[in-house]
């Protein structure tokens, strides 16, 4: 059986000069208890990447999440504001919907029919006060809505916050924006449009959800992983982005867009000529993987699923309604299918470094002082979290 440490001891062998650290302990990736632990200690205190938007295709849409064991309910309201609640009658406790559904503005609890708006108004309590009689005098249905989760959104993702203290949404991804604001402007960025087709895949990944982090955070493993965009996109091409608060990433400088045909997906207007082949790849912490590039933009979300299972929801968007037209099918294809062939060669090294953990040799492992410092980085903001939790 593994050994477990205190999160004063994983910050201790974790938060020291880079060549110096170690990694944090193989309990934190393979037991059940500490997956609960991460959801409530780690990815619970900041803002976690739930769904996209257009898993609610139209408004009075209601989505069932479950996220690390928490049943949770996204819904779209007639006027299209996104909003995020404990999925749970107020009542006697029912998990309230099973299912993504069109609603009519109401959802309905299967077992006595109380009925909530989409902002989670309680409306209905048929015969709460005897057959026929709808109401009661001293029910205060007002108190009874359903409980609400902070939700943001973004990019066309939804985000919460579970532990009901981060700091609010704009100013968690602020050091985020600053450095998308030297290639787009927010505007900009709002162009970025999913089509029907050639935008949305998954992977199941047999791993950790903080390996698949891991992963992404470093270009180390190009050449070895993934040989073939090493030649279009090389390690030495590749540079670390600012660390902030709640994320680290890593960059390219030799972005090549894709041609079919002699024919490129639309570019975001304005983008500026000297980026042109700059690609950014940051994480926002604790579980969304973004690439943003001049005609395109995607979003990796790890919905984690136990200790060694963890599915990648990813999402590509395209820039304008222009490059949702049949015209670009085969390159918005094209482009999802290359993106999964390397996210597909990624399982292999989190799969393998899960195998890893289960290895009473391998103690926290050591970081390359030059190739390994996002990784680090990701690591001590682990740590921290545990602690700031502990002390809580
Ligand atoms: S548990 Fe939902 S109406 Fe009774
Ligand atoms: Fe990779």
Not at 153 to 177: H, K, M, Q
Not at 292 to 310: A, E, R, V
Request: with cysteine.
């Amino acid at each position: 059986m593994a050994a477990t440490h205190t999160a004063t001891e994983i910050l201790r062998r974790v938060d020291q000069p880079v060549a110096q650290a170690s990694g944090l302990p193989n309990e934190r990736y393979i037991s059940d208890e500490t997956f609960i632990a991460d959801r409530d200690n780690v990815i619970g205190t900041g803002w976690a990447c739930i769904a996209f938007i257009d898993d609610l295709p139209e408004a009075n849409y209601a989505l069932p999440v479950d996220f690390m064991g928490l049943p949770l309910l996204v819904t779209r309201d007639k006027s299209d504001t996104i909003r995020v609640f404990h999925n749970v009658c107020s009542h006697r406790g029912m998990h309230l919907a099973d299912a993504p559904c069109k609603t009519n503005g109401m959802v309905r609890c299967p077992y006595h029919s109380w009925t909530y708006a989409l902002d989670g108004t309680l409306r209905g309590t048929p015969h709460i006060g005897g057959v026929g009689k709808h109401d009661h005098p001293e029910f205060e249905r007002e108190k009874h809505g359903l409980k609400a989760v902070r939700s943001s959104t973004w990019l066309g993702a939804v985000f919460v916050n579970l532990s009901n203290d981060a700091a609010e949404f704009e100013d968690y991804i602020a050091p985020l924006t600053k450095q998308f604001n030297e290639l787009t402007t927010p505007e900009q960025r709002d162009r970025f449009k999913s089509a029907p087709q050639g935008c949305r895949t998954t992977l199941e990944v047999n791993s950790n959800w903080k390996l698949a982090v891991e992963n992404y955070l470093e270009s180390y493993h190009l050449p070895s992983v993934h040989p073939e965009l090493n030649r279009v996109s090389p390690i030495d091409a590749h540079f670390e982005l600012d660390y902030f608060d709640n994320g680290a990433g890593q960059g390219s400088l030799n972005y090549t867009r894709l041609s079919v045909d002699d024919q490129m997906l639309p570019m975001v207007d304005d983008w500026p000529e000297e980026h042109a082949t700059r690609a950014l790849y940051p994480v926002l912490y604790p579980n969304t993987l973004i690439g943003i590039h001049s005609d395109q933009l995607f979003i990796m979300y790890l919905q984690p699923i136990g200790p060694d299972k963890t599915v990648e929801h990813v999402r590509v968007s395209y820039v304008g309604d222009e490059a949702l037209s049949d015209q670009y099918k085969k390159l918005r294809d094209e482009t999802l299918t290359s993106w999964t062939s390397v996210f597909s060669e990624d399982v292999f090294a989190v799969e393998r470094m899960q195998k890893g953990r289960s290895s009473p040799g391998y103690k926290g492992g050591a970081f390359s002082p030059v190739m390994d410092n996002p990784t680090h980085h990701f690591h001590q903001w682990v740590a921290k979290q545990l602690v700031n939790s502990d002390s809580a």
